[in-house]
């Protein structure tokens, strides 16, 4: 079974980013990868509406690309398992109140049984803060756990227990 993404929606805009070439590169080099169909990528109505806003050309170009992976769609809103994951991890206290949109890019992963969210989303998800939580969520709900990684840790190689692959003398392998 191929491992399940959730592309928050910095894992999608990046690939235009202009303001930070290095993780435009690293997320560039992540989308060759989910082209080859190797995961199982998932975006969400979220995904969509925040894609949405971007200033045009950026959104055209974004939403093309798009086009280039397979991808399956998942609904955040309008779900009521989303809407309680959601409402618990606000309960968790993990995200500020304002960030409704971040607790529902991590609802749709859980409901949809990802394995992994990709983000570039430090504040919000990309965090011990947000993982620690989302190891709690999983487990009190008896779901398999979800992890964080940005597209960077994705382009590693991993062993097969998911742990970054070291080369002799402790450095990580960069392919």
């Not at 989910?34 to 975006?43: H, N, P």
């Not at 011990?128 to 487990?139: G, K, S």
Request: a positive charge; proline letters at 3%; one cysteine or more.
């Amino acid at each position: 079974m191929r491992r399940r993404l959730y592309l928050d929606t910095s894992a999608v805009s990046y690939l235009r980013q202009e303001d930070a070439p290095d993780k435009m590169a690293q997320t560039r080099a992540f989308w060759e990868i989910l082209k080859t169909g190797k995961y199982d990528a998932y975006i969400s109505d979220v995904t969509i509406k925040e894609l949405s806003r971007c200033a045009e050309p950026k959104r055209r170009e974004l939403l093309a690309l798009l086009g280039e992976i397979r991808y399956n769609y998942t609904e955040a809103a309008g779900n009521e398992t989303a809407a309680a994951i959601a409402a618990e991890i606000k309960t968790l206290g993990v995200l500020p109140s304002k960030s409704e949109s971040d607790r529902r890019h991590i609802a749709a992963a859980v409901c949809a049984g990802c394995h992994v969210i990709v983000s570039w989303n430090f504040e919000h998800i990309v965090n011990e803060r947000t993982a620690d939580a989302l190891r709690i969520l999983c487990f009190s709900r008896n779901l398999a756990p979800v992890v964080v990684r940005t597209p960077a840790m994705m382009t590693e190689r991993r062993t097969a227990d998911g742990k970054p692959e070291l080369r002799r003398g402790g450095h990580q392998a960069n392919s």
